[in-house]
């Protein structure tokens, strides 16, 4: 084995994988509007059905506040990335950014964060679509086919991908306005304003209401698929901040609405006590063909957010392989179909055996930890660009890191336990692995 340009050239069993730069290379076929579609899917898919309940037991009506400190937050990272993403227009994202701008070491921990973060996350919606889809008994397996559809899917073509998260995209949102019409339709009296806040938006303490936003922040970490998939972008220097902003500003606003919608509906404790707060305010009101409805709009974000997280989590693990942080078998491009389909294949057998054993009542939490982490990097990162590349005040990613860290810190302690072993079994997996690598060759 030899080292080529940073990336591994290596012969196993007779065969021989190629340097990076004689591998072809990823078709940039994404407009705006795509890569819009693509980070909606994953936000609206992982946060509306997922984000609220666990939100509501951290800080009941306060879960309003926890989530305008969310969405801060997010738009702190956004511009970092954004930014990041217009320099270094190639898949990967904060990892790409981390190492261009940090070193080799922060770089590694954002995609290590973000791959194992979100192979949990790819587990817990496909777990989710086959809560609403399957027959009971059919959940494991259901959730597998889902799996394999949507790489398949994935596998050819990320223009295939965008067209299904078009899809998608629309028929969750119809399926949303369904649910927001169907609590306020049962809204009826004067008291609606003290049902949405409860005993007071406050009541639960900030450390409740930052654990309800460090919850709420997993809801936003969609428009992280636009960035990694920023070597499929055209015109990626102005196509992925403008469809950053667009995507994450329809996020907060849908988020506000639904949020305050079921507030209005079920009160606080009823939005903390339902496992799907969206399927019980449907229940509850006046209308019983809204109950299907919100049901198929379930599956079907959480369809979405699998399709958007897959595709993101092929693109940053190539970049690893190709950096040589994960086995450079990862990093091939298929010749026809222009996706990094060794690394597709893999993840979705993991994700699949992961459904298989896990227990993920803990994903959003254990996600949200490693997603932070990734976001702190590329803050960090933003803060060191020159003044022609920044788009942004630096104070933005100043704001971004510490609510990064805050956030993180304020989570569940198992997730924030389990988060810390996960990037402490990636830094002793580098270490072996860079005592294995042998020296480059003196050209």
């Known amino acids: ?50 984000a609220f309940a666990p939100a509501a037991q951290a800080a009941g009506s306060g879960l309003l506040v926890g989530l ?25 994202g904060t990892y790409i950014y981390g190492r261009r701008r940090l070193g080799e070491w922060p770089g590694f921990l954002a995609g290590w964060g973000f791959v194992f973060g979100k192979t949990a996350s790819s587990a817990a919606m496909a777990m989710t679509f086959a809560a609403y889809a399957a027959p009971p008994g059919w959940g494991r397996p259901v ?121 209005a509906a079920l009160g606080p404790d009823g939005v903390a006590e339902s496992a799907a707060p969206l399927a019980a305010a449907a229940a509850a009101g006046p209308w019983a063909w809204a109950v299907p409805v919100v049901a198929v709009g379930a599956a079907l974000a959480a369809l979405g957010a699998l399709l958007g997280l897959l595709a993101g989590l092929g693109r940053t693990t190539m970049a690893m392989a190709r950096e040589g942080d994960l086995p450079v078998l990862l990093a091939a491009i298929h010749p026809r179909f222009h996706v990094p389909h060794r690394a597709e294949v893999v993840l979705a057998v ?41 788009r942004y005040p630096r104070a933005l990613a100043v704001a971004g890191a510490v609510l990064c860290v805050v956030l993180a810190a304020t989570l569940p302690v198992e997730s924030v336990l389990a988060g810390g072993a996960m990037f402490a079994v990636g830094a002793a997996y580098r270490l072996v692995r860079l005592r294995l690598r042998p020296p480059a060759r003196a050209a």
């Open 143 to 263: 959730a597998i086919a889902a799996v394999a559809a949507l790489a398949a899917v994935n596998y050819r073509g990320v223009t295939k991908t965008a067209r299904l998260a078009r899809i998608l995209v629309v028929a969750v949102l119809a399926a949303l306005a369904v649910v927001v019409a169907v609590c306020w339709a049962q809204v009826t009296g004067p008291g609606v304003g003290a049902r949405i806040l409860g005993p007071g938006l406050l009541d639960s303490g900030w450390y409740g209401i930052l654990q309800s936003a460090g919850l709420l922040f997993f809801a936003f970490a969609g428009y992280a698929r636009i960035a990694t998939m920023g070597g499929e972008v055209k015109d990626p220097s102005r196509t992925i901040p403008r469809a950053i902003m667009l995507a994450l500003g329809v996020a907060v606003v849908l988020y506000a609405l639904v949020g305050t919608s079921l507030l």
């Open 350 to 390: 993991l994700i699949c055996a992961v459904i298989l054993v896990a227990d993920l009542r803990g994903a959003i939490g254990f996600s949200s930890f490693g997603v932070l982490v990734y976001y702190l990097v590329a803050n960090l990162a933003a803060l060191t660009q020159a003044r022609p590349q920044r």
């Open 1 to 50: 084995m030899e080292t080529l340009g940073g990336v591994f050239s290596s012969s196993v069993g007779g065969a021989r994988f190629e340097p990076m730069d004689t591998q072809p290379a990823l078709g940039r076929r994404l407009g705006t509007t795509d890569a819009v579609v693509i980070g909606l899917g994953s936000m609206i898919g992982a946060g509306v059905f997922a």
């Open 68 to 92: 305008a400190v969310a969405a801060v937050a997010a738009l702190c990272n956004a511009t970092s990335s954004a930014q990041l993403a217009a320099q270094y227009p190639e898949s990967g």
